[in-house]
């Protein structure tokens, strides 16, 4: 189902993947590349070496902005899975094994999981997710023209401008729909939950395209 090119490339120059109002991806020169396929067709990309990327999680409201942005700048792993693919000018390199075999693993747990969007991987539509490998999780960024999912081991942000937000932090909870806005604490939560969950269907136009879902609990 899935496979990786034997080969192994290095990035000829610096290459911006991705990037939409709340967040950007680049990669830059040097860093190793494999190219990924599913089901016989190249969807994606994993690069290891030195990248760049950004997400804005702040909510403006007001009341003030919640939230902060996170910013990285260093040696990692990202899996890229996106249609278009980019058109990356690469060089061969020296095979390396132990990373072709790090990325088929880290594929057929992500898929194993239902931490990307299988479906999506065979369609023709545009779509764009970053997996970047942690300790013990992933952080991801899925997004879709100006729409956004980011999870980390602490946040939850979701945006689809121009009104609907969400922001699940590890005190936290603030929902943004329509110039309203819904401030909850983690703990000792008093609010209906029922409740709650209708505002977040309400962003499920594009979240159930993308096979991710939000639950409180």
Not at 69 to 75: D, F, I, N, T
Not at 143 to 162: D, G, M, Q, R
Request: with cysteine; hydrophobic share 40%.
């Amino acid at each position: 189902m899935w496979k990786i090119e034997p080969k192994t490339f290095e990035l000829k120059e610096e290459t911006e993947l991705f990037r939409n109002s709340k967040c950007y991806l680049k990669v830059k020169q040097g860093a190793k590349v494999l190219k990924i396929s599913y089901r016989d067709r190249h969807v994606g990309y994993a690069f290891k070496g030195p990248l760049e990327y950004a997400v804005d999680t702040v909510i403006e409201t007001s009341q003030g902005a919640l939230g902060k942005s996170v910013k990285v700048s260093r040696e990692d792993v990202v899996l890229v899975f996106m249609n278009p693919l980019p058109e990356l000018k690469l060089s061969e390199a020296e095979a390396d094994v132990d990373f072709i075999e790090e990325v088929l693993d880290i594929c057929e747990e992500l898929a194993e999981e239902r931490k990307i969007n299988l479906k999506a991987l065979r369609s023709e539509s545009k779509y764009f997710t970053a997996v970047f490998p942690r300790e013990n999780y992933y952080e991801i960024i899925v997004a879709k023209e100006n729409k956004l999912v980011y999870v980390s081991k602490n946040i939850v942000y979701i945006t689809a401008p121009p009104d609907k937000n969400i922001l699940v932090s590890k005190n936290n909870i603030v929902v943004s729909y329509k110039n309203k806005l819904l401030y909850l604490p983690r703990k000792g939560l008093k609010y209906p939950l029922k409740q709650v969950n209708i505002v977040l269907q309400q962003l499920n136009d594009f979240l159930n395209q993308l096979k991710y879902q939000i639950r409180i609990e």
